[in-house]
């Protein structure tokens, strides 16, 4: 199950970096979002992944191992939610750049 996290990450991570770089402003936007789904699945598995288990600690003696970490779970359900909002906002600032200078390069300048 790590392996596959890892694995996940790492395509994540790397695809949104290839389309970082790429020229466009849409592929940009898209690969910050990847970039983003990357960390906040690497987040969540730092939390312990771990399959029903209460992340709600009782009284009395704890036993760590029996009980997921809360944190992680909200830290990225806050992310998500700051993820759709700042993915809406560089749309518009990106079909606002295109309305004024014509492209959606990056640099504003059609290549040769």
């Given amino acids: 199950m790590e392996l596959i996290v890892a694995v996940a990450i790492g395509v994540?991570?790397?695809?949104?970096?290839?389309?970082l770089l790429r020229p466009r402003s849409f592929q940009v936007i898209v690969g910050l979002s990847l970039i983003s789904y990357g960390v906040n699945?690497?987040?969540?598995?730092?939390?312990?992944?771990?399959?029903?288990?209460?992340?709600?600690?009782?009284?009395?003696?704890v036993d760590p191992s029996r009980y997921a970490d809360p944190l992680p779970q909200a830290l990225v359900l806050t992310a998500i939610v700051i993820g759709f909002a700042?993915?809406?906002?560089?749309?518009?600032?990106?079909?606002a750049s295109r309305g004024f200078n014509g492209t959606d390069h990056v640099d504003g300048k059609e290549p040769p």
Avoid: K
């Avoid at 994540?12 to 389309?19: A, H």
């Avoid at 560089?90 to 079909?95: I, N, R, S």
């Fill in 12 to 19: 994540l991570v790397g695809s949104g970096v290839w389309l």
């Fill in 41 to 61: 699945l690497f987040i969540f598995g730092m939390g312990r992944l771990g399959v029903d288990r209460v992340p709600i600690v009782g009284q009395g003696a």
């Fill in 86 to 95: 700042m993915t809406a906002l560089f749309l518009v600032v990106m079909l």
